[in-house]
């Protein structure tokens, strides 16, 4: 099997944690109004289905975004930073572009606690 494009070391991992913390944690935290959640979690078998419900949802499916958002439904979680994925398609011009209206996935489990950086 090929290596994925974009593969990093977990020396790699934890630098772009630690730069995450110095240049935006306190900020994050500050608009929270509470430590903010660092990191998402979802299972083998959520990923594995979600990527194949977009397959079966979208013929012109050609990847996944991800996004960051800010919870605003459940009260134990409200105003924590949340991480969602939507499939993406390309234009025809070699970029690629999110699909208007298709489903995306959200409600990964937050870290344990919320605030804990790489590695968890």
Known sequence: MPKPKGMITAAK????????????ADANETAAGKPDNRSSWYSLEDMENFLKQIKEDNS??????FYLGVETTE???????????????DD???????????DGMDRGAVGV????GYPN
């Open 60 to 65: 012109n499916v050609n990847g996944v975004r």
């Open 75 to 89: 009260e134990d979680k409200k105003g924590l930073t949340t991480i969602f994925m939507v499939p993406t398609k």
């Open 13 to 24: 991992a934890k630098e772009l944690n630690d730069n995450w913390t110095n240049l935006r």
């Open 113 to 116: 606690p919320p605030n804990q």
């Open 92 to 102: 025809g011009k070699g970029n690629n572009q999110d699909i208007p209206d298709a």
